[in-house]
């Protein structure tokens, strides 16, 4: 078995006026992610991780934020592309970790729905999906609430 691992991170800013989707789930919250497409760090972190096993570069590579065609894109729809990309190089996903950090909203109520929009996407069970969040102790962008990270550890075979 021809075994890959991947590793990923994204982080955005919040702002105002944008809505806050993470793991593809709209979340109930005063501010969202700051950039070009929606901003899910936790789908961009997990696309960086696919990409990375099999030294595909990055997200910004397949899709640039100076294409138009990204502007506002659903990152569960980016992802399903990219576990196009892997599938056609003869892999699959064995599983998939993933960490967000923030200090707020709350995320546990949202997890479980996370877990299963990245499964779908990934075409894979929801229990080889594992989604923990964290906060950042107060420290940093991300500790003061200007922020929201995500990392990405992911399994691929052949």
């Known amino acids: 078995m021809n075994l890959r691992i991947g590793h990923g991170y994204d982080i955005h800013r919040l702002i105002e006026g944008r809505r806050l989707v993470l793991g593809g789930v709209p979340i109930d919250f005063h501010l969202g992610l700051d950039g070009h497409s929606d901003a899910d760090v936790i789908c ?3 696309m960086d991780a696919l990409l ?3 030294a595909m570069g990055d997200i910004g590579r397949h899709f640039p934020t100076d294409d ?3 502007k506002g894109a659903d990152s569960i ?3 399903k592309r990219v576990k196009h990309m892997i599938s056609n190089q003869g892999y699959a996903v064995v ?3 993933i960490s967000v950090i923030a200090e ?3 995320l546990a109520p949202y997890i479980g729905r996370m ?3 990245l499964a779908g996407a990934l075409e894979i069970e929801s ?3 594992s989604i923990k969040a964290t906060t950042n102790e107060n420290i940093g962008l991300v500790g003061r609430g200007e922020g929201i990270a995500a990392f990405s550890v992911v399994l691929l075979s052949k």
């Open 44 to 46: 961009h972190a997990a």
């Open 52 to 54: 990375g096993a099999l």
């Open 68 to 70: 138009p065609a990204y």
């Open 77 to 79: 729809e980016l992802l």
């Open 95 to 97: 599983n998939i970790d």
């Open 104 to 106: 707020k909203p709350k």
């Open 115 to 117: 877990r299963s929009n």
């Open 127 to 129: 229990d080889r999906v």
